[in-house]
């Protein structure tokens, strides 16, 4: 009777024992795991802005492994599909929400849910748990203009731009003065699409540039149609926040391009940590944040000579191209020698400078 | 024998109801089928699209969002289809009636929520059936097509809201916040603008309860006024109306202005429910296509304006399940795939 007694102890014990190290593995497993969701404008295989993220959405996947869950929503719009769309992310216990188009998230939107950890890229609004980050892609996008001006024989180069907002007008800027740097003289003409990913009117827009006697496109606008469209007539092209090489494999020369995944590893693991601050990330090809995508057989050997000495000046800052003397479209000097723009100054840029044939209000 | 196949005087009364029920069960039959081709459970979706659009915590909230826009559009689609006048502009007479409300609350800013409340729907009604008459007018006195008309239309009051806020520093745009010098926004209007909502656990908009009211009005509009009927006999048999003395163009011009009002009504609601502020961005108010979803309403209710109420918050909670059933392993073509 003792003995049986001491057996049904020991069993006792051991079902215990083996209950606890379960539980405590279970909550320890669900301390470990997060969920991150990311929210698209687009398609997340557009070929440009929201894969470009989406691949990072993966990086952080691959990265931590079974320690995150990773989601995405695709197309959204803004207004109620936005709303609805947070709401059924917080509902289903996403920790840290990526935003990734300018409008998505709001002070108001972050103070609705105390809990959750929001992160806007592009925009400005900043509160205890509101993030915003962007990188430096001028620095980029003057690089491949650089490869656009060096492509160009008449000096005319299409740029493709979807709204009349300082980003853009930035980007815009950048790319002319790259142009110009291997092509002096060249003329940039913009056509403004109004919306950032609309295939149908990047396509017309490549084919009115074409005829309004551009010999290379680029363009700050999220899908490769305007690189098809060169594609099929056999002009160069410049692309856009993601390598569309596959797009137009005769036509493609380079593009600026965001790599995402870094940021959102560190941000994702700071949530983890319990260390995530707000604040405002402003990436550079310093940091590797921004670079150019592999190049086309469009490059020659002396263009890709000249980049990488450019390249390799920016990142020693030894070079900025939005240093004085800078001039804006009506030959008025905007920036005088020995100046240089700052961030603030570049987000509420709204003149074009020379060269540049299209108006800054759209 | 042969067999011949006439058209019936009169419909009866079930096959009212069957053909809309019939064609919803043939819907989910074949989606089924597409969900099983694509590895999806279909039980399961169809669980979870119930769950996220009517059942869950806040998704009756979230469905009625969606509804709100869906009913305005709907009743304005099946006033105008009542008279065979096919009015496709419900989505640019919606845009009318955002920018026309936004004026009035802008104008009105400092005023009290009953002063300004009004005066946005009024704003409303007035662009909305304003920009409706343009085909209707066109229609009544050079007869041409108002199936065409009205939709080309759409594009161009798209093109006038990018004007506003995009191209132009016009009264809607907001050129003083520093959020509007990184992407240009319209002007936000004042908290007295903002319509009230009822209930806590299931928030209902203002524009949903004036939305009913809508359908109450037209019901008793086509089946208890002389206007009504003789609208009916229009859109029945033109020629008969005009043996019958009846005045079509004076018809044709008050039907569309009403659809117009109706669809402006929407625009109102639009601003004063949900936005607060003139949204011409083309991945806002513009990607949603309330106007177009609106046609569908109507004809899935066959034109009654009690049914449309009721379709309305059906699509509505298909919309608002769509944005929870998306995901890496559900994409969204697939769920656009489902709601049409």
């Not at chain 1, 440009?48 to 929503?73: C, P």
């Amino acid at each position: 009777m003792k003995k049986r007694t001491s057996v049904l102890g020991a069993v006792l014990v051991a079902v215990t024992v083996t209950a606890l190290v379960a539980a405590t593995a279970g909550t320890a497993a669900k301390q470990a795991t997060i969920k991150a969701a990311w929210i698209y404008v687009a398609p997340h295989n557009d070929g440009g802005w929201s894969q470009a993220h989406d691949n990072g959405r993966l990086y952080v996947q691959k990265a931590l492994g079974s320690q995150v869950k990773t989601t995405f929503k695709e197309n959204i719009a803004n207004g109620p599909q936005l709303e609805q769309t947070v709401a059924s992310l917080v509902r289903d216990g996403n920790k840290i929400i990526f935003g990734t188009s300018f409008g998505f998230f709001s002070k108001k939107l972050a103070a609705k849910y105390p809990n959750v950890l929001f992160e806007q890229a592009t925009g400005t609004d900043q509160a205890k748990n509101l993030s915003e980050y962007f990188g430096a892609a001028e620095d980029t996008i003057y690089l491949s203009g650089m490869a656009a001006g060096a492509a160009s024989k008449t000096g005319v180069i299409g740029y493709v731009v979807p709204f009349a907002i300082p980003e853009v007008i930035r980007h815009a800027n950048a790319f002319a003065l790259g142009a110009q740097a291997t092509h002096p003289g060249a003329k940039i003409k913009l056509i403004w699409t109004n919306a950032w990913f609309d295939p149908t009117k990047e396509k017309k827009a490549a084919e009115s540039l074409k005829s309004a006697g551009a010999d290379v496109l680029g363009q700050n606008v999220d899908s490769p149609a305007a690189g098809q469209y060169a594609e099929s007539v056999g002009v160069p092209w410049v692309g856009y926040d993601n390598n569309a090489s596959k797009f137009a494999p005769k036509s493609w020369l380079t593009a600026a391009v965001y790599n995402w995944g870094p940021y959102y590893l560190s941000r994702v693991k700071a949530a983890m940590a319990g260390t995530w601050k707000s604040g405002f990330y402003y990436g550079s090809i310093k940091d590797g944040f921004t670079s150019l995508a592999p190049y086309g057989p469009g490059v020659t050997a002396s263009t890709k000579a000249l980049i990488a000495k450019k390249k390799a000046a920016l990142v020693a800052g030894s070079f900025y191209e939005f240093a004085g003397p800078l001039w804006d479209q009506s030959g008025k000097l905007r920036v005088a020698k020995g100046k240089k723009l700052s961030v603030t100054d570049l987000y509420a840029m709204n003149w074009l400078v020379k060269g540049v044939i299209g108006s800054p209000k759209g | 024998m042969k067999v011949r196949i006439e058209r019936r005087l009169t419909q009866p009364r079930w096959l009212t109801v069957a053909v809309p029920v019939g064609s919803l069960t043939a819907a989910f039959g074949l989606i089924a089928v597409v969900l099983l081709a694509t590895g999806h459970n279909p039980a399961a979706t169809y669980r979870d699209v119930f769950e996220a659009a009517f059942a869950a915590n806040g998704a009756l909230t979230q469905t009625l969002v969606n509804a709100t826009p869906l009913l305005f559009t709907g009743l304005a689609a099946a006033a105008a289809f009542r008279m065979n006048l096919f009015n496709i502009g419900g989505e640019g007479q919606l845009y009318f009636g955002t920018i026309g409300s936004a004026a009035a609350g802008l104008l009105l800013a400092g005023q009290p929520g009953p002063i300004v409340i009004p005066a946005m729907i009024a704003g409303g009604m007035a662009a909305g059936a304003a920009w409706a008459l343009v085909p209707a007018f066109l229609r009544a006195f050079f007869s041409t097509n108002e199936i065409i008309t009205s939709l080309m239309l759409n594009y161009v009051a798209g093109l006038i809201l990018t004007y506003l806020i995009f191209d132009s520093h016009s009264y809607w745009r907001d050129s003083e916040s520093a959020s509007a010098a990184v992407f240009p926004v319209g002007k936000a209007l004042s908290d007295a603008a903002s319509w009230p909502t009822i209930g806590s656990s299931v928030v209902v908009p203002l524009g949903f309860l004036i939305g009913i009211g809508v359908a109450i009005g037209i019901w008793v509009l086509y089946a208890r006024t002389r206007f009504g009927f003789e609208v009916q006999v229009i859109g029945d048999s033109p020629r008969a109306a005009r043996y019958a003395g009846m005045r079509t163009r004076r018809k044709i011009l008050a039907v569309m202005a009403l659809s117009g009002a109706i669809a402006g009504l929407g625009g109102a609601s639009q601003i004063g429910d949900f936005r607060h502020t003139l949204d011409a961005d083309p991945k806002g108010l513009r990607a949603y296509g309330y106007g177009y979803t609106g046609i569908v309403v109507a004809a899935l209710a066959r034109y009654n304006p009690f049914a449309v109420v009721l379709v309305a918050f059906l699509l509505g909670g298909l919309q608002n399940a769509g944005s929870t059933l998306q995901g890496p392993d559900f994409p969204s073509g697939l769920v656009g795939r489902c709601r049409g």
